[in-house]
């Protein structure tokens, strides 16, 4: 192994040699250092200030030199220190890059294993119906917009014509969050408990003319059962221009329940009572088990009724007038439908909570 030798011969040339001798040796050191524990020996070697290579060189060449040689030693000696410390700290960058491969190395995938098969997950019935109806009103002209779930009591209800002792709130079991007492009623956040406020936020947000749909996740608070869910599905539409009357309404939903439910069906209209339509209306459209004639699933009565709709009520234009909604230069209609109970139908599933288990032997069947 290399070893710092005495000078005897002082001269450029014999110093350069000295020099390049070292250098070589110190090269070829640090090409062996292939582990973080032979780092730290080769770094102790050259560099330790007792005895490490470069002290010795100190000790040695410059120390040692007689006085007309200082010079010239002192100038090989300096450059030398820069390029040992270089050729450390290069080994170490490759020695802890050898410690990574090695690892790498034990970690290695063998990628011709056979892997590990995971079912293919399908689109849920809900989520299907959902984008199916949105589907039939895009084709239409619609758009699509959603909004937060949890709301205000002013976008939930005041907004839409709800004031705040109004009967009809009573209707949608709340459920409100807790520790909001402090605020005004207009602010205190809910589960919101229809789709509708995205009507107010469209129209906030939006000059007319809108046409748009709303689906989304709702909650009330009804105890569970085959037909109720304490959480369900809104599809919601809102189209407001100037000159929409009461037969674009009944246009627009025929067309949506034959696109829906098939080319045949028929729909009826039964006025209704909504705070935020005026006139409403309530649809059915012809059992399409029975085809009219009664059965179990139309109670007999040869209709299923599927959604609420009517005239956007004068008084919710009110609440976004400043954009735009003069009720004496605008109309429209606004319409919502639950999207689980579609899917019910449809599918043919006579059980509510079937669509929210998460029952893997049910939901593969819509694979
Ligand atoms: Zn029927």
């Given at each position: ?8 011969d ?9 020099v390049r001798?070292?250098l070589?040796a ?5 090409a062996q250092?292939a ?8 770094r102790?070697?050259?560099?330790a200030r ?8 100190n000790?040695l ?6 006085a007309?040689a200082k010079r010239?030693?002192?100038r ?9 410390e270089?050729?450390v700290?290069?080994a170490q960058a490759?020695a802890?890059g050898?410690?990574a ?5 034990a970690?290695r995938?063998d990628?011709?294993l056979?892997?590990?098969?995971r079912?293919l997950?399908?689109?849920h019935?809900v ?22 779930e949890i ?5 939930n209800f ?8 109004h009967p009809?709130?009573?209707t949608q ?7 909001q007492?402090?605020?005004p009623?207009r ?6 408990t229809h789709t509708?406020?995205?009507q107010i936020r469209?129209?906030q947000?939006?000059?007319p003319?809108v046409?748009v749909?709303i689906p989304g996740?709702i909650h009330r608070?009804?105890?569970p ?6 959480m369900?599905h809104q599809v919601e539409?809102?189209?407001v ?20 439910f098939?080319?045949?069906v028929k729909t009826?209209?039964q006025p209704s009572?909504?705070?935020?339509t005026e006139p ?16 179990r699933?139309c109670?007999q009565?040869g209709?299923?009724?599927l959604l ?13 007038r400043?954009n735009?909604y003069?009720?004496?230069k605008?109309?429209g ?8 109970r579609?899917a019910m ?8 909570q079937?669509?929210?288990q998460g029952d893997?032997?049910?939901l593969?069947q819509?694979g």
């Open positions: 192994m290399y070893s710092v030798p005495k000078l005897a002082w001269s450029a040339a014999a110093l350069d040699a000295a001798e070292l070589s110190l090269e070829s050191e640090a250092v582990s973080e524990a032979e780092w730290r020996m080769f102790d070697r050259w560099l007792k005895n490490g290579m470069l002290t010795q060189v000790d060449w410059l120390k040692a030199a007689p007309e010239e030693v002192g090989r000696v300096n450059e030398l220190k820069p390029l040992v270089q050729a700290e290069a490759r802890h050898a410690g491969k090695s690892r790498l190395d970690e995938v990628v011709t056979p892997g590990v098969q079912p997950g399908a689109e019935p989520i299907r119906t959902m984008n199916e109806i949105c589907g039939v009103f895009r084709a239409m002209g619609y758009s699509v917009a959603e909004g937060p709301e205000s009591d002013y976008y005041e907004a839409l014509n709800f004031p705040a002792e009809a709130r009573d079991d709340t459920i409100f969050l807790a520790g007492e402090a605020k009623a602010e205190r956040l809910l589960l919101r509708s406020p995205v469209t129209m947000r939006q000059k003319p046409r749909v996740k608070h009804d105890a059962d085959a037909s109720h869910s304490p369900f539409g809102l189209a221009d100037t000159g929409i009357t009461f037969s674009d309404l009944k246009g627009t939903l025929d067309h949506a329940m034959k696109a829906l098939g080319s045949s009826r209209f009572f909504f705070p935020f409403s209306a309530e649809v059915a459209f012809s059992c399409i088990f029975c085809g009219g004639k009664g059965c699933t109670k009565s209709w299923i009724e609420g709709c009517g005239m956007v009520d004068p008084n919710v234009f009110e609440f976004v400043e735009g003069d009720p004496a605008v109309s209609f606004a319409f919502g439908m639950g999207v689980d579609v139908l449809k599918y043919g599933i006579d059980d509510i079937l669509l929210f893997v032997r049910f593969e819509f």
